[in-house]
Protein backbone atom coordinates (compact mmCIF):
# COMPACT_ATOMS: atom_id res chain seq x y z
CA UNK A 1 0.00 0.00 0.00
CA UNK A 2 1.54 3.43 -0.89
CA UNK A 3 1.64 5.81 1.67
CA UNK A 4 -1.34 8.26 2.42
CA UNK A 5 -1.54 11.26 4.56
CA UNK A 6 -4.36 11.68 6.83
CA UNK A 7 -5.42 14.02 9.72
CA UNK A 8 -7.11 12.66 12.97
CA UNK A 9 -10.97 13.70 13.16
CA UNK A 10 -11.76 12.16 16.64
CA UNK A 11 -8.88 11.69 19.72
CA UNK A 12 -7.93 8.28 20.06
CA UNK A 13 -6.46 6.61 23.28
CA UNK A 14 -4.09 3.18 22.87
CA UNK A 15 -5.96 0.50 25.00
CA UNK A 16 -2.46 -1.21 25.50
CA UNK A 17 0.26 -0.26 26.75
CA UNK A 18 2.26 -4.02 26.51
CA UNK A 19 1.24 -4.69 22.83
CA UNK A 20 1.37 -8.30 21.49
CA UNK A 21 4.02 -8.83 19.38
CA UNK A 22 4.13 -11.58 17.09
CA UNK A 23 6.33 -13.25 14.13
CA UNK A 24 5.24 -15.25 11.13
CA UNK A 25 5.15 -19.08 11.62
CA UNK A 26 4.51 -18.60 15.34
CA UNK A 27 1.56 -20.86 16.87
CA UNK A 28 -0.68 -18.79 18.99
CA UNK A 29 -4.09 -19.67 20.98
CA UNK A 30 -7.00 -18.01 20.07
CA UNK A 31 -9.13 -17.03 23.33
CA UNK A 32 -13.02 -15.84 23.03
CA UNK A 33 -13.68 -11.97 24.18
CA UNK A 34 -16.35 -9.71 22.80
CA UNK A 35 -14.87 -6.54 20.89
CA UNK A 36 -16.90 -4.36 18.47
CA UNK A 37 -14.03 -5.26 15.83
CA UNK A 38 -15.36 -8.29 13.67
CA UNK A 39 -12.52 -9.46 11.83
CA UNK A 40 -10.53 -9.40 14.76
CA UNK A 41 -9.56 -12.00 17.37
CA UNK A 42 -8.34 -11.72 21.01
CA UNK A 43 -5.21 -14.41 20.30
CA UNK A 44 -2.41 -15.57 23.12
CA UNK A 45 1.63 -16.13 22.27
CA UNK A 46 3.34 -18.78 24.14
CA UNK A 47 4.66 -16.41 27.25
CA UNK A 48 0.45 -15.55 27.67
CA UNK A 49 0.36 -12.36 26.48
CA UNK A 50 -2.60 -11.30 24.73
CA UNK A 51 -4.17 -9.03 21.91
CA UNK A 52 -6.06 -8.35 18.76
CA UNK A 53 -4.67 -9.68 15.41
CA UNK A 54 -6.75 -9.59 12.27
CA UNK A 55 -7.98 -12.85 11.10
CA UNK A 56 -6.35 -11.94 7.45
CA UNK A 57 -3.04 -11.83 9.36
CA UNK A 58 -3.32 -15.89 11.12
CA UNK A 59 -4.56 -19.44 9.77
CA UNK A 60 -6.86 -21.52 11.86
CA UNK A 61 -5.71 -24.68 13.04
CA UNK A 62 -8.70 -25.47 14.68
CA UNK A 63 -11.63 -23.51 17.36
CA UNK A 64 -8.05 -22.70 19.76
CA UNK A 65 -4.66 -22.22 17.79
CA UNK A 66 -4.14 -20.52 14.90
CA UNK A 67 -0.51 -19.88 13.17
CA UNK A 68 0.79 -16.64 12.38
CA UNK A 69 0.97 -15.80 8.66
CA UNK A 70 3.36 -12.37 8.65
CA UNK A 71 4.69 -10.34 11.56
CA UNK A 72 2.86 -8.97 13.34
CA UNK A 73 2.70 -5.45 15.97
CA UNK A 74 -0.09 -4.87 17.95
CA UNK A 75 0.73 -1.38 18.84
CA UNK A 76 -1.75 1.29 19.20
CA UNK A 77 -1.06 4.64 18.87
CA UNK A 78 -2.44 7.77 20.89
CA UNK A 79 -3.64 10.61 18.90
CA UNK A 80 -5.62 13.92 18.91
CA UNK A 81 -7.64 15.90 16.97
CA UNK A 82 -5.86 17.97 13.80
CA UNK A 83 -2.70 15.42 14.37
CA UNK A 84 -1.01 14.44 10.72
CA UNK A 85 -0.61 10.87 9.88
CA UNK A 86 0.47 8.75 7.69
CA UNK A 87 -1.07 5.88 6.70
CA UNK A 88 0.98 2.59 5.44
CA UNK A 89 -1.65 -0.04 6.27
CA UNK A 90 -5.22 -0.78 6.73
CA UNK A 91 -6.83 -3.97 7.84
CA UNK A 92 -10.70 -4.34 9.11
CA UNK A 93 -11.37 -0.67 9.89
CA UNK A 94 -7.57 0.01 11.66
CA UNK A 95 -4.78 1.85 9.87
CA UNK A 96 -1.26 1.35 10.41
CA UNK A 97 0.11 4.99 11.02
CA UNK A 98 3.29 7.28 11.85
CA UNK A 99 3.04 10.74 13.51
CA UNK A 100 5.61 13.75 12.40
CA UNK A 101 7.83 12.59 15.68
CA UNK A 102 8.17 8.88 13.70
CA UNK A 103 5.87 6.89 16.86
CA UNK A 104 3.95 4.29 14.59
CA UNK A 105 0.96 2.45 15.55
CA UNK A 106 -2.54 1.26 14.93
CA UNK A 107 -5.80 3.55 14.65
CA UNK A 108 -9.36 2.99 13.69
CA UNK A 109 -10.47 4.38 10.41
CA UNK A 110 -12.98 6.30 12.04
CA UNK A 111 -10.77 8.44 13.74
CA UNK A 112 -8.95 9.88 10.69
CA UNK A 113 -9.69 11.17 7.51
CA UNK A 114 -7.58 10.93 4.05
CA UNK A 115 -6.10 14.88 3.46
Excluded at 8 to 13: A, F, L
Excluded at 35 to 45: A, M, P, Q, T, V
Excluded at 76 to 99: D, F, P, Q, R
Aim: charged share 30%; glycine share 6%.
Amino acid sequence: MKAIKCQVISDYKSAFSDPLIIVKGEILTISVKESEWKEWLWCINQFRKGGWVPEKYIEKLNDKKCKALRDYDATELTVKIGEELIISNEVSGWAWVTNKKGKSGWVPLENIQII
